[in-house]
């Protein structure tokens, strides 16, 4: 990168806004996937960097003489298919064609069920939230 560069990263946070019945039902779904990868013996080979320590990384790289993150949001529509079919995007469904986690052990068919009840079939305004972290050489 040339001096006066600049970099841009960005990630989302999920799930997007919807309700908190269904964010609960995530985060429990989540924390039980993480419990039974260490369990296996599996978590050493997922490799995961938490949100709140990126910014903190770009700082310390001393690579940047000025870093910022900037929250964005934006608005899409969706319904219980699309937020199953972008939760099965990640480690979920690595593990479930392995057959070494299964969706019932973590309760990724009750989080299913869950989403069908308070999503539906029809599409509902979902809220994202981004975060861009950014840096100038």
Do not use: C
Not at 20 to 30: F, G, R, S
Not at 61 to 89: C, K, M, N, P
């Amino acid at each position: 990168m040339r001096p006066g560069g600049f970099f841009a990263a960005y990630d989302y946070d999920w799930p997007p806004t919807l309700n908190w019945e269904l964010k609960q039902a995530y985060q429990e779904v989540d924390a039980r996937f993480d419990e039974r990868i260490r369990e296996l013996g599996l978590a050493q080979k997922l490799q995961r960097w938490p949100k709140e320590t990126h910014l903190k990384r770009l700082r310390e790289s001393t690579y940047f003489r000025f870093t910022r993150e900037l929250f964005l949001h934006h608005v899409e529509q969706g319904d219980a298919t699309r937020f199953i079919h972008l939760l099965l995007t990640n480690a979920y469904s690595h593990e479930f064609k392995l057959k070494t986690i299964t969706a019932h052990e973590i309760g990724f068919d009750r989080l299913s069920r869950i989403a069908f009840q308070q999503i539906g079939s029809e599409p509902i305004p979902w809220y994202f939230s981004y975060r861009v972290r950014i840096g100038v050489k």
